[in-house]
């Protein structure tokens, strides 16, 4: 029997790395809707041509009918038709539509990059180091979580600061988190649109606690942007349920999860530098010392179209095979040993193994693993709808974390990462903070600001907030760029210069009323 050893390691925390039976039995189960599968299936045509024949006018369909056809040329010629009903951005199916999750692409062009073998068979997991997905009801009452006993508090690394504590407003009384020292759980609550994502979870004493708090939209991408950049307890930055087999589609009929994959790797198969790649944010905090690979965590892998999955004996991996050929896994995590990991929810009834060990199933696992290659490009993206869609990489650079340091007035402001802003209570007299540390600023890989282009700040703010973004010279520290002081609303367009040596982003209150501060920086057309 082989082992399995599973953890992660967050981009702020170096917890030990422990070993864990591979074979983790999963227990209990749920049935999915027979009823939106069979909605799902008939609007799936049956090939990337049809799919595409599908959304197009005739008279274009011909143009994007192989995989060299430009995305751009796909979305520019296309007529979008929505074939399908599905709720997005629920608590059963989270994100939007348009979500990567959610999206698959057509004529992938797979690069030569696969998955190498290491310790032990590769794995699709419900165990101790996958993670339960709780809903909250609207009944729930709120629950503080605080931080590990003798910590200075929880890590909110959107933040970038520990926070004495967090109240969930809404958790739900049957929330357990995972057994593995990971301690995964997230929990959803459809009132407030937000998926509550913990790390290093546990319930001591009837006390709550975890290592790391971070949230993301349920109604959104289900990844990160360079202003929000940590949105989940994986190291890619995302939740720990999205991408996750959930226990409600195991028995739903269908014949593939329709959604892409959540999957880990291990060191060998995990790129250095960079150690992410869109649409994540992050990556493990030691990627570039540690990982020997060449996939970066954000890339999506799939089987080619030609794999025959006709031979897999297991009819669960056989529907994974199938999931793999037609949306792909996005690698989100690290393990320790196991080529890949495929994250099934905690209390899924979709053991592989059938609670023993079975050959048969270990040896189809190493021959997907043979089989899947990272994605280079596609010929196009069809939405959870059907309709063609194509991803937005120019996204806000600018979050209004601090530090801050305070100029004048007599309290600071907090950056409320809920609202993505800087919150002031009601000031007599008004309040001027600044941060000069450059930590607002995007650092992800592939949204950096470029020197030459053209930029536009819009700031969003309440009760009579203001804003303002300077850029001082390297030279003379004279302001290279200034935006002046800017109430909501108000814009300001500028070139990003070669060079700089520091940024200034001010958060100004309002008088006599509580008022917030955020604006976004984004790259102009």
């Keep these: 029997m082989s082992m399995l050893s599973s ?6 925390c170096t917890a030990a790395l422990m070993g864990v039976p591979f074979l983790l039995s999963a227990c209990g189960g749920g049935s999915g809707s027979s009823t939106e599968a069979a909605s799902l299936a008939t609007a799936s045509p049956t090939s990337d041509a049809a799919a595409l024949a599908a959304v197009l006018p005739a008279s274009t369909a011909s143009v994007v009918s192989t995989a060299t056809t430009p995305p751009a040329t796909v979305a520019a010629v296309a007529t979008a038709t929505t074939v399908s009903t599905i709720k997005w951005g629920t608590a059963t199916r989270p994100f939007a539509a348009n979500s990567p999750w959610n999206s698959r692409p057509l004529s992938a062009k797979l690069s030569n990059i696969g998955i190498p073998p290491s310790q032990y068979f590769p794995a699709v997991q419900a165990g101790a180091y996958s993670t339960g997905v709780f809903t909250a009801a609207s009944t729930d009452g709120a629950v503080e979580v605080q931080g590990p006993v003798g ?5 909110n690394p959107d933040a970038q600061q ?14 357990v988190p995972a057994s593995g020292s990971d301690g995964h759980c997230d929990i959803i609550d459809p009132a407030t649109g937000v998926i509550h994502s913990f790390w290093q979870l546990k319930n001591d004493g009837g006390v709550w606690r975890a290592t790391q708090y971070a949230w993301s939209s349920l109604k959104g991408r289900g990844w990160g942007d360079p202003a929000h950049y940590f949105q989940g307890a994986r190291a890619a930055a995302v939740p720990t349920s999205a991408g996750l087999i959930r226990k409600h589609e195991v028995s739903d009929g269908d014949t593939v999860f329709r959604h892409a994959l959540a999957m880990s790797l291990t060191y060998n198969g995990l790129a250095a530098t960079p150690g992410h790649a869109f649409p994540a944010t992050a990556a493990d905090h ?3 010392t540690t990982n020997s690979g060449a996939i970066p965590e954000g890339a999506l892998v799939m089987l080619p179209s030609t794999f025959d999955t006709s031979t897999i004996t297991s009819a669960r991996l056989r529907r994974v095979a199938d999931t793999l050929k037609r949306y792909g896994a996005y690698v989100v995590d690290r393990n320790v040993g196991t080529p890949f990991v495929i994250y099934a929810e905690i209390g899924a009834d979709f053991d592989l193994h059938d609670g023993g060990w079975n050959s048969s199933v270990a040896a189809d696992l190493d021959r997907v693993r043979q089989g899947l290659r990272m994605v280079e490009s596609a010929a196009a993206w069809l939405d959870g709808n059907g309709a063609l ?14 530090p801050w340091r305070l100029q004048s007035g007599a309290t600071l402001g907090v950056f409320n990462s809920w609202r993505q802003g800087v919150v002031f209570p009601a000031m007599s007299s008004k309040v001027v903070q600044v941060n000069t540390s450059g930590s607002g600023l995007s650092k992800v890989a592939w949204a950096l600001p ?3 282009k053209a930029y536009k700040i819009t700031v ?5 907030g203001q804003f303002r973004f300077v850029l001082s010279n390297c030279t003379d520290k004279t302001k290279t760029i200034d935006s002046g002081v800017m109430d909501n609303a108000g814009t300001f367009q500028f070139t990003w210069p070669a060079s700089y040596c520091y940024s200034s982003v001010y958060a100004i209150s309002g008088l006599n009323q509580a008022s917030t501060v955020s604006a976004d920086l984004i790259q102009m057309p």
């Design 286 to 288: 030691d990627a570039a």
């Design 450 to 452: 470029q020197p030459g």
């Design 151 to 155: 910590a200075a508090g929880i890590w």
């Design 162 to 175: 520990m926070q004495a504590s967090v109240t969930i407003p809404r958790w739900p009384a049957s929330a």
């Design 7 to 12: 953890s992660t390691r967050r981009v702020v």
């Design 460 to 464: 969003k703010a309440s009760g009579g």
């Design 389 to 402: 869609t194509v991803f937005n990489k120019n996204l806000n650079l600018l979050s209004m974390r601090g």
